[in-house]
C-alpha cells in the first residue's frame, strides 16, 4: 500500500516557467488537497477537492490550479512560476469528512524552488 | 480569527526528560485539534488528536492537555527520547468541513 505519492521530490524552475506536481493516492479517498510549507509559516492549504470533479480554494490559492478528474490523482499546476512559490509542497488525502476517524495522511512532498 | 498561535518556535529537552508544546485559539468553532509530528523529508503524520469534550488524552508517553475555557491545547512528551526528535504542528478544524488551521510549527530536539 504505497498511500500518498508525490512527483517529483525535487524541482528547479526559472521565473515564468511551468510545471504540474504530481499526487496520487491508493487508498480510495475522497478528500485530497495540497499545502504548502515554509519555515515560521507551518503548513497552509492552496486547494482541495472532496471528491472527483469537485474543488475549491483554500488560504492560499493564488498562482495554482488544481483538477480532480479521478479520485486517485489531484496534480497541482503552477502556470507561471514566481520566487515567492519557492516552498515545500505537500498533498494530502483523507477517506472522508475530517476527523478523528478520518486524518489526513500527507506524501513526503516536493521541494520546488524558482529562481 | 482563524489562526492556531503554537509556540515555542523551538525547543531543546534532555533525553527522558518532558517536552512541551502550546497552541492556542481564537475561533470557538473549532472542535478537533490534532497534533502532527515530522521527520526530516517526510510529510507529517497524525501522533494524537482530542475534542473538546475532553480536557485530556494519552497515547502512551504523548498526552494532549486541552483548556476550553482559554481556548489552548498542548502537548506534553514524557520521558522524551532522541528518536522524538521532529518537528510538531498543531492544528484546529471545525467537523464537517475540509480545512485545519495549522500552528508554525516546533522543532524539538533530544538531546542523548
Known amino acids: 500500500n504505497a498511500g500518498v505519492t508525490q512527483t517529483p521530490k525535487f524541482q528547479v524552475l526559472k521565473t515564468g516557467q511551468s510545471m504540474t506536481l504530481q499526487c496520487a493516492q491508493d487508498?480510495?479517498?475522497?478528500?485530497m488537497s495540497w499545502y504548502r510549507q515554509d519555515p515560521g509559516m507551518g503548513l497552509r492549504l492552496i486547494h482541495y477537492?472532496?471528491?472527483?470533479?469537485?474543488?475549491d480554494q483554500g488560504e492560499v490559492p493564488n498562482g495554482y490550479n488544481v483538477s480532480r478528474s479521478t479520485t486517485e490523482d489531484f496534480p497541482l499546476r503552477l502556470l507561471s512560476a514566481a520566487p515567492s512559490q519557492t516552498s515545500v509542497y505537500f498533498c494530502?488525502?483523507?477517506?472522508?469528512?475530517?476527523?478523528?476517524?478520518?486524518?489526513?495522511?500527507f506524501g513526503n512532498g516536493t521541494r520546488l524552488t524558482v529562481t | 480569527q482563524q489562526q492556531v498561535k503554537q509556540s515555542p518556535q523551538s525547543l531543546i529537552v534532555q533525553k527522558g526528560g518532558i517536552s512541551i508544546i502550546n497552541c492556542a485559539y481564537e475561533?470557538?468553532?473549532?472542535?478537533?485539534f490534532p497534533w502532527y509530528q515530522q521527520f526530516p523529508g517526510k510529510g507529517p503524520a497524525l501522533l494524537i488528536a482530542?475534542?473538546?469534550?475532553?480536557s485530556e488524552k494519552k497515547e502512551g508517553r504523548f498526552t494532549i492537555s486541552f483548556n476550553k475555557s482559554a481556548k489552548q491545547f498542548s502537548l506534553h512528551i514524557m520521558d522524551s527520547q532522541p528518536g522524538d526528535s521532529a518537528t510538531y504542528f498543531c492544528?484546529?478544524?471545525?467537523?464537517?468541513?475540509?480545512?485545519?488551521?495549522f500552528g508554525t510549527g516546533t522543532r524539538l530536539k533530544v538531546l542523548a
Open positions: 475561533n470557538t468553532a473549532f472542535d478537533y
Open positions: 494530502a488525502s483523507s477517506y472522508s469528512l475530517l476527523g478523528v476517524d478520518s486524518p489526513l495522511h
Open positions: 477537492s472532496v471528491g472527483a470533479g469537485i474543488t
Open positions: 492544528a484546529a478544524s471545525v467537523s464537517g468541513t475540509y480545512k485545519y488551521i
Open positions: 482530542i475534542r473538546p469534550d475532553v
Open positions: 487508498m480510495n479517498h475522497e478528500y
